[in-house]
T-cell receptor, first 114, second 115 residues
Framework: EPEVTQTPSHQVTQMGQEVILRCVPI?????FYWYRQILGQKVEFLVS????????KSEIFDDQFSVERPDGSNFTLKIRSTKLEDSAMYFC????????????FGNGTRLTVT | GNSVTQMEGPVTLSEEAFLTINCTYT??????LFWYVQYPGEGLQLLLK?????DKGSNKGFEATYRKETTSFHLEKGSVQVSDSAVYFC??????????????FGRGTSLIVHP
């Protein structure tokens, strides 16, 4: 069964550095998402992406964040200048359609900012 | 805005016990409702869904009924197994301000089943 893959599984970075988290969604899916989960907290929506542009974003997704689908297969999340509070598990997800198609999640990237 | 509230965990049960995990929601529109499960070291995966009032979603012995009057979608299983130990997330999908649908998740409820 096709799956969403995320790399790396764990990223450690220093405060102020830029990080890029990578995802390969399921190939025939049309909607792409990034979520994050701070340890023990709820899964928070960051951004959704459709037709090569952002369709929705949350208050968390400020100017420090950006997303890109550079080559038709990868879907990336960039954090320009990381802060300690960006430490979390970041999940990429994709779905075929809306509103009832379920999301398919990757296994996540654990980001640790020191 | 939209939100999902789940009961606090962990929920600890013996094998073959009855499970209920409560979930209530707040939504501005008429959402679709989902339960996802997360096993250790993995991403979330869909367990079941319901798209309109009084629909019952079911999968692997788990069930949940969409109750519009009480804005609830409680997860139940008649007899849990050790392999059901995981974190369970209630979620809704409703239209955002941009017109597309945003899945919103609850905090997750950890289930621990002992032999």
């Amino acid at each position: 069964e096709p799956e969403v893959t995320q790399t790396p599984s764990h990223q450690v970075t220093q405060m102020g550095q830029e990080v890029i988290l990578r995802c390969v969604p399921i190939s025939n899916h049309l909607y792409f998402y990034w979520y994050r989960q701070i340890l023990g907290q709820k899964v928070e929506f960051l951004v959704s992406f459709y037709n090569n542009e952002i369709s929705e974003k949350s208050e968390i997704f400020d100017d420090q964040f950006s997303v890109e689908r550079p080559d038709g297969s990868n879907f990336t999340l960039k954090i320009r200048s990381t802060k300690l509070e960006d430490s979390a598990m970041y999940f990429c997800a994709s779905s075929y359609g809306q509103p009832n198609s379920p999301l398919h999640f990757g296994n996540g990237t654990r980001l640790t900012v020191t | 805005g939209n939100s999902v509230t789940q009961m606090e965990g962990p929920v600890t049960l013996s094998e073959e016990a009855f499970l209920t995990i409560n979930c209530t929601y707040t939504a501005t529109g008429y959402p679709s409702l989902f339960w996802y499960v997360q096993y250790p070291g993995e991403g979330l995966q869909l367990l079941l869904k319901a798209t309109k009032a009084d629909d019952k979603g079911s999968n692997k012995g788990f069930e949940a009924t969409y109750r519009k009057e009480t804005t609830s979608f409680h997860l139940e299983k008649g007899s849990v197994q050790v392999s059901d130990s995981a974190v369970y997330f209630c979620a809704l999908s409703d239209q955002g301000s941009g017109g597309s649908y945003i899945p919103t998740f609850g905090r997750g409820t950890s289930l621990i089943v002992h032999p």
